[in-house]
């Protein structure tokens, strides 16, 4: 009977183990350098500590699709393992991202616009360019024809005319891809991380795989319509943050049709209910922090619902939530779920970029 318990114990720690270390964590990156935006920018300096990091502390760092096939078909992730992505295929990733990647021998994507690669700017990567880094292993991926919002439809716009015209031009831009580098992922990275359930939809029916901009960790439950990415760049580029969000483990959530809707007119979202799939968190230790607003009070409706109403109207502009709470099973380690919200202004009109 001792032998049994033991046994028992055993696998059932082991369980808990592999559930837990079943993530990865995507990371997004625009610019390498000193002289772009601060915002969308990285230092090739502190570009280099990053990877340094990944390679000193035994990250595996997987390229996209091993990811993305893992999800599918509900494979375990390897624990600890990254990917690393770059939107908006500028210059600059060549120059200085490549060779810091080529010396650890790290594979990476390239989220590029054909529409701004056929403009044939000094400040982005050509059309050879990118075929010679596809046929180095490099993957490029779709960011859409040109970098336009899927969210912000104008005013004298028929919404499924608009939205028919926008999946039209996401196709011709895979199709460019397909000829200018002979790879076709169905790949997608939204512009500005903007989507609505209803966007999400349409791109499952037309069988592409979606990727954000909320933080977050990659699980077997994660969303293929929406697979968050923790951005890397300034000012989350400092490497004491971005060790707790390499190590964070996915948090699985269910939210309602109301509460999984994105857009919002100011003022009209004031509370969110979730449910959460998990035993392995510290229920009384988890948090939420929203854009501008800051930490808010979390009420446990029952032992896995809870609801945040919050304390202040939601800025205009891109909000999100970021909850956390640590692993019962790996101290130290946090799990992590972010929900964005793309909030318009009073009157209807939609939010500065």
Same mark, same amino acid.
């Given at each position: 009977?001792?032998?049994?318990t033991s046994m028992l114990?055993?696998?059932l720690a082991?369980?808990l183990?592999?559930y837990?270390t079943?993530?990865? %964590?995507?990371l997004q990156?625009?610019?390498?350098s000193?002289?772009?935006p601060?915002?969308?920018s990285? &230092?090739?300096q502190?570009f280099a500590?990053?990877m ?8 595996t760092?997987l390229?996209?699709n091993e ?21 908006d295929?500028?210059l ?6 490549k060779p810091i ?6 594979p990476f ?8 690669v056929d ?11 990118l ?5 180095d292993g %490099?993957?490029?991926a779709?960011?859409?024809f040109?970098?336009e919002?899927?969210?912000?439809v104008p ?7 608009w939205l028919?015209q926008?999946?039209a031009l996401l196709k011709?831009?895979e199709a460019?891809?397909k000829?200018e580098t002979g790879q076709?992922w169905q790949y997608f990275a939204?512009p500005y991380?903007?989507f609505?359930p209803?966007i999400?939809?349409?791109l499952?029916q037309?069988?592409f795989?979606a990727?954000s901009?909320q933080s977050?960790a ?6 293929l ?5 923790f ?6 580029d400092k490497?004491?943050s ?5 190590h964070s483990?996915p948090?699985?959530?269910?939210l ?6 994105t857009?919002?007119?100011r003022g009209?979202?004031?509370? %969110?209910?979730?449910?959460?799939? &998990?035993?392995?968190i510290?229920?009384?230790?988890l948090?939420c922090y929203?854009? &501008?607003v800051?930490?808010?009070p %979390?009420?446990?409706l029952?032992?896995k619902?809870?609801s945040?109403?919050f304390?202040e109207?939601?800025p205009?502009?891109?909000v999100?939530?970021?909850c ?7 101290p130290?380690?946090y799990?992590w ?5 793309f ?8 939010y500065?970029?």
């Open positions: 009977m001792k032998s049994f114990l055993g696998l082991t369980c183990f592999t837990s079943n993530a990865s %964590v995507i990156y625009h610019h390498v000193d002289d772009t601060k915002s969308t990285i &230092s090739p502190q500590k990053h340094q990091y990944l390679a000193d502390n035994d990250f760092v390229p996209l990811v993305v096939d893992a999800i599918k078909q509900q494979q375990p992730l390897p624990n600890k393992s990254v990917v690393i992505t770059f939107d295929a500028y600059n990733i060549l120059e200085n991202a990647l080529d010396q650890h021998q790290f994507t390239i989220f590029i616009n054909p529409g701004i403009q044939g700017s000094a400040h982005y990567l050509s059309w050879s360019q075929k010679a880094m596809a046929d %490099v993957m490029i779709n960011h859409g040109e970098h919002s899927w969210t912000r005013k004298d716009a028929n919404f499924n005319t028919a926008k999946i011709k831009a460019k891809i000829t076709s939204y991380g903007e609505s209803r999400q939809q349409l499952e037309n069988q795989i990727f901009q977050g990659v699980g077997q439950n994660t969303d319509t929406s697979i968050p990415r951005p890397a760049s300034q000012p989350y490497l004491s971005l060790k707790d969000k390499l483990l948090l699985s959530v269910t309602s049709d109301q509460d999984a809707q857009i919002y007119t009209a979202l004031k509370k %969110v209910t979730m449910t959460i799939n &998990s035993d392995d510290r229920t009384e230790q948090n929203v854009t &501008s800051g930490k808010q %979390v009420k446990w029952d032992d619902q809870l945040i109403t304390t109207t939601l205009s502009g891109r999100r939530s970021n956390t709470a640590p692993s019962i099973s790996q130290g380690r799990y779920y972010s929900k964005p919200w909030i318009l202004n009073e009157d209807g009109s939609w500065p970029h």
